[in-house]
């Protein structure tokens, strides 16, 4: 397994945390040349150096900047995200672009930059990190739940014009993951709700799971990993839940 992905060149966004930063340490002990991308200079030039990668400062809510960019990879992890908690007739409209543009529309960008040198060299793995959201709903989420909906029917499609270029697109869909991005959601969820911070996780988080525990990010990255290698070539189009039980219901 160490060298599964050798030879292979991958780039992860939001790559410098969280369930992104599991990815590039997983991809890069299998064997494969990782690209750290975020907007945290030090954070992604610190992991590339621990992982013998490279690190690749970019905003991408530039996204006009994301229209004349051309990348060389084999596998792209889409998986930046942030996230905003508010009824719809409070959600600041400038706020659901910007979740829209970093989480929808920086991934087209992405894999219509990847594309090319995918078709050219016969293979691609394009892997988005999308949510439960992407497939169920929650109250209060009205931009992220659009993004990840959107980012499902992207891969769908990616999936269809790449396949007979030997380029499969795939979506994970996990439920909430212990990340800093979770963590930040404690407080918004609490006073939304109108619940104690402390009983979020159980009254909030968790309540559609069957298995009561946050999602880990490594065990994200090992579904990356495997959606990455050649063993998954014949999966594509595919939404992989790692939601404890939440979307069976």
Not at 69 to 74: A, E, H
Request: proline share 3%.
């Amino acid at each position: 397994m160490e060298d599964a992905l050798k030879g292979r060149k991958a780039l992860v966004t939001g790559g410098a945390s969280g369930i992104g930063a599991a990815c590039v340490r997983e991809l890069a002990g299998r064997g494969a040349e990782v690209v750290v991308a975020d907007v945290d200079s030090a954070s992604a030039a610190a992991l590339a150096d621990e992982v013998g990668g490279t690190s690749w400062t970019v905003d991408l809510l530039d996204v006009d900047s994301l229209t004349t960019v051309s990348l060389d990879c084999d596998i792209l992890v889409n998986n930046a995200g942030i996230q905003r908690i508010s009824p719809i007739e409070e959600f600041d409209p400038a706020e659901f672009r910007r979740i829209i543009a970093l989480m929808l529309e920086a991934p087209f960008l992405l894999i219509r930059a990847a594309l090319p040198s995918m078709y050219a060299n016969g293979f691609g793995r394009i892997i988005n990190v999308s949510s439960v959201h992407g497939l169920r709903a929650s109250a209060f989420k009205s931009a992220y739940v659009s993004a990840k909906h959107g980012l499902e029917g992207l891969s769908k499609v990616t999936a269809l014009e790449g396949g007979g270029h030997g380029v499969t697109s795939n979506c994970i869909n996990p439920g909430y993951v212990r990340t800093p991005l979770v963590e930040k959601q404690l407080a918004e969820q609490a006073r939304v709700h109108g619940i104690p911070e402390a009983e979020v996780l159980a009254k909030v988080m968790l309540t559609e799971s069957a298995i009561k525990r946050l999602v880990e990010p490594t065990e994200v990255a090992s579904l990356v990993a495997w959606l990455a290698s050649d063993d998954a070539g014949m999966v594509t189009g595919a939404s992989y839940t790692m939601d404890g039980g939440w979307s069976a219901r």
